[in-house]
């Protein structure tokens, strides 16, 4: 009788502490999807730096990533990690098929103009707390997703020089350089290749080191102003290969943060 009159209590403290259980449940399997690459598995042979190989390792939604890209020009002296640069250079031309190894920027007729390059400099990227990847100048093979070498030694204060002086180029401590092979587009599309096709892919690339840099709350830049010679030499690029993008990327002094309300009470006001 006494169990039949608190069974009400008894009945909704059951429901409470399963709905407790169910959101505690599903907290955990969302932690748990997060799959963090090992920074052990990066490997350097003959000089030759195979990275940790890509997985999703932030919870920055695509939502937010847009909400707080923002062109970040001043930097930390801290280092990349191994791991985010990684994920930098996957976003930016890295597989995601592995039937045809397309990529995550789309490109006019899947010809894949564009090269990477990444500048590496002093103590720029950490492999763990006490070393960092030689400084230099490499060249990302996205099929391996690997980065082999072009030239070893800092060249941070020779691309800024090149970029007209732009203080963030010196000082961040890693710029991926895109360059294209603008023949690969324009055999198939001729002049529109040249003038929409391959200028459309480099800004779908640089868009997605924007995200990607956000998503890992660090900081970037897409730097078009250049000598195109001074940054071909500098970096090596070959004869048919044109620098159109140097993207500095540091961890940012000032991360820039803004909420969607802010957006809605801006867009409301426009409304009137
Ligand atoms: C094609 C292009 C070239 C750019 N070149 C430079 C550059 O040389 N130096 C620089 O500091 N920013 C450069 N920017 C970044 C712009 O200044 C920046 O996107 C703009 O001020 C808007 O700010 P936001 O990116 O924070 O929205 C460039 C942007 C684009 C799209």
Redesign the pocket.
Known sequence: MVFGRAFPWVASIIITLLLIGYVVAVHLLRVSEVVMPSPLTVRVVNKTVYLPLPGRITNISVEEALLW???I?EYTDRPLTVVQLSMLLWAAYGVNDVRWGFKTTPSAGATYPLEIYVVIGERGVALNETHYLEAGVYKYDPYTHSLKPVKLGDVRKELQEA?LG?E?VGKAPVSIVIAAVFERTTRIYGERGRLRYVPMEV?HA?QNIYLMATALELGT??????YDDQVSSVISLQPNEVPLYIVPVGVPKTPYRISFSDIARFIESKRG
């Open positions: 890209r923002r062109s020009r970029a732009q963030w800004g640089g830049v897409v730097v078009g102003a250049f």
